[in-house]
């Protein structure tokens, strides 16, 4: 069984930062491409970022210069966010592309919140 575990958010005030952490853990044989969403209250799910295997990474435009995605050799993701604003309120989520028992699935993890307020 695999879990991906999100930890890291909290509430800090507009121009401040967070770090956020994504752990897979479990039956893992290898681990594809990881991701960060996120998702405001009413509003749609946006991919924030992801890093491949080979480190290849890609931002939403709304974080290109602030958010900064990397990966280690043990199963964990992170997100540092710097230059935090109002509107990057949102519960982020993990996901992954993990190799166990043979398969490709994509784990959701159960989210962080981050809240951005003075």
């Known amino acids: 069984q695999v879990q991906v575990v999100e930890s890291g958010g909290g509430l800090v005030q507009p121009g401040g930062s967070l770090r956020l952490s994504c752990a897979a853990s479990g039956s893992i044989f290898s681990i594809g491409t990881m991701a960060w969403y996120r998702q405001a209250p009413g509003k749609a799910r946006e991919l924030v970022a992801k890093i491949t295997s080979g480190g290849l990474t890609n931002y939403a435009d709304s974080v290109k210069g602030r958010f900064t995605i990397s990966r280690d050799n043990a199963n964990t993701m992170y997100l540092q966010m710097n230059s935090l604003k109002p509107e990057d309120t949102a519960v982020y989520h993990c996901?992954?592309?993990?190799?166990?028992?043979?398969?490709?699935?994509?784990?959701w993890g159960q989210g962080t919140q981050v809240t951005v307020s003075s």
């Open positions: 996901d992954a592309e993990v190799l166990a028992g043979g398969t490709w699935l994509n784990y």
